[in-house]
T-cell receptor, first 116, second 116 residues
Framework: DSGVTQTPKHLITATGQRVTLRCSPR?????VYWYQQSLDQGLQFLIQ???????AKGNILERFSAQQFPDLHSELNLSSLELGDSALYFC???????????????FGSGTQLSVL | AQKVTQAQTEISVVEKEDVTLDCVYE???????LFWYKQPPSGELVFLIR??????QNEISGRYSWNFQKSTSSFNFTITASQVVDSAVYFC?????????????FGSGTQLTVLP
């Protein structure tokens, strides 16, 4: 168990809808990252938050947004969903904002999103 | 930009065989880290190892060993006496450059199937 909790585990919705994915980082971790894993794109970094503030942005669509709350949990909001948004969405957490000598990145078990 | 190449898309071995998964990377950073993750059929991403570029000693952990060669930009992963439970997709990953040091760039993964 990585200590990173993601809910829900599975989500099935229709095109055009909006969903929210939730992530609770490991105790003591201030950074949260979101990754998307799809068959055609592989594992792609979406966005990082550190202690409530956005730190880095990757290949995140404008229809997607995220935030990190004062209790450090994070939510990824996906709107106007399209068939191509079907993917496994991972959250990861770490202590700091950048890699240091001994730090690792631990991932949650993911949320499988199916857009029908 | 960072790039990770895992040329082996799928590997199939019989239990107790040794198997090596290749990873070749590109980076302009002089100091960097390399990661291996395992994704079993259940879907979660499991951290296996993190290696620093300034430490070229090979590492062994039980049946797992890693061969890091900076001269050839390779970080290969060997499983000795493979077991059915080793069946998974294995990813090699490299963090982003200093401005985005938390973004992991993943290879496309190698699907390992260990047959009984």
């Amino acid at each position: 168990d990585s200590g990173v909790t993601q809910t829900p585990k599975h989500l099935i919705t229709a095109t055009g809808q909006r969903v929210t994915l939730r992530c609770s980082p490991r105790s003591g971790d201030l950074s949260v990252y979101w990754y998307q894993q799809s068959l055609d794109q592989g594992l792609q970094f979406l966005i990082q938050y550190y202690n409530g503030e956005e730190r880095a942005k990757g290949n995140i669509l404008e229809r997607f947004s995220a935030q990190q709350f004062p209790d450090l949990h994070s939510e990824l909001n996906l709107s106007s969903l399209e068939l191509g948004d079907s993917a496994l969405y991972f959250c990861a957490s770490s202590v700091g904002a950048r890699f240091t000598t001994n730090e690792k990145l631990f991932f949650g078990s993911g949320t499988q999103l199916s857009v029908l | 930009a960072q790039k990770v190449t895992q040329a082996q898309t799928e590997i199939s071995v019989v239990e107790k065989e040794d198997v090596t998964l290749d990873c070749v990377y590109e980076t302009r950073d002089t100091t960097y880290y390399l990661f291996w993750y395992k994704q079993p059929p259940s879907g979660e991403l499991v951290f296996l190892i993190r290696r620093n570029s300034f430490d070229e000693q090979n590492e062994i952990s039980g049946r797992y060993s890693w061969n890091f060669q900076k001269s050839t930009s390779s970080f290969n992963f060997t499983i000795t006496a493979s077991q059915v439970v080793d069946s998974a997709v294995y990813f090699c990953a490299l963090p982003g450059t200093s401005g985005s040091a938390r973004q992991l760039t993943f290879g496309s993964g190698t699907q390992l199937t260990v047959l009984p």
